[in-house]
């Protein structure tokens, strides 16, 4: 168990819909991170937040979302759902001047038929 | 623009028998460097990091892996491989300043071992 806490494990949902991902990050950690990984693009960085603050975007879709609340739990918001968001989504974390030592959880497995 | 290689999609070893897995990076300054191993199911685990200091860094599960500058390369390395290596492999680069921990990950290699 590497602390970070990530539901559901796995999702099926159809085309058109919407999904929300959540991510509890490790006790301390400021840091949350979400990545896909998908058999076409590999492991892509979507967005990083620090303390309820968006840090940094990746290559997020506009259909896409997250927030980090005053818990630090974050949430990905998918939307208008496609076939090729079907995905592997994971979620780390890392501590405050962690200096990129990030800390994955088991992943959200996404498919949308 | 950042990047990173791993030219070999699939690798398979003999049980016992030594390991090294490549990997290529592309960044302007000295970047830091992981390795991550992924079991089926499971989510990423990391195996050992460079940040400075001696290029030879040492893991968890007996990995190692080193830096070489000049070859833009940081390949991980194993000398007596075990069936329970048997995973999924990635590389990644780290970039600091306002992008404090987004990695750019390679493709990974997929590890087989033959008993």
């Known amino acids: 168990d590497s602390g970070v806490t990530q539901t559901p494990k796995h999702l099926i949902t159809a085309t058109g819909q919407r999904v929300t991902l959540r991510c509890s990050p490790r006790?301390?950690?400021?840091?949350v991170y979400w990545y896909q990984q998908s058999l076409d693009q590999g492991l892509q960085f979507l967005i990083q937040?620090?303390?309820?603050?968006?840090?940094a975007k990746g290559n997020i879709l506009e259909r896409f979302s997250a927030q980090q609340f005053p818990d630090l739990h974050s949430e990905l918001n998918l939307s208008s759902l496609e076939l090729g968001d079907s995905a592997l989504y994971f979620c780390?974390?890392?501590?405050?001047?962690?200096?990129?030592?990030?800390?994955f959880g088991a992943g959200s497995r996404l498919t949308v038929l | 623009a950042q990047s990173v290689t791993q030219p070999d999609i699939h690798i398979t070893v003999s049980e016992g028998a030594s390991l090294e897995l490549r990997c290529n990076y592309s960044?302007?300054?000295?970047?830091?460097l992981f390795w991550y191993v992924q079991s089926p199911g499971q989510g990423l685990q990391l195996l050992l990091k460079y940040f400075s200091g001696d290029t030879l860094v040492q893991g968890i599960k007996g990995f190692e892996a080193e830096f070489k500058r000049s070859q833009s390369s940081f390949n991980l390395r194993k000398p007596s491989v075990h069936w329970s290596d048997a995973a999924e492999y990635f590389c990644a680069v780290g970039v600091g300043g306002s992008t404090l921990g987004r990695l750019y990950f390679g493709r990974g290699t997929q590890l087989t071992v033959w008993p």
């Open positions: 937040y620090y303390n309820g603050e968006e840090r």
């Open positions: 960044y302007g300054a000295t970047p830091y």
């Open positions: 006790s301390g950690d400021l840091s």
């Open positions: 780390a974390s890392s501590a405050p001047g962690g200096a990129n030592v990030l800390t």
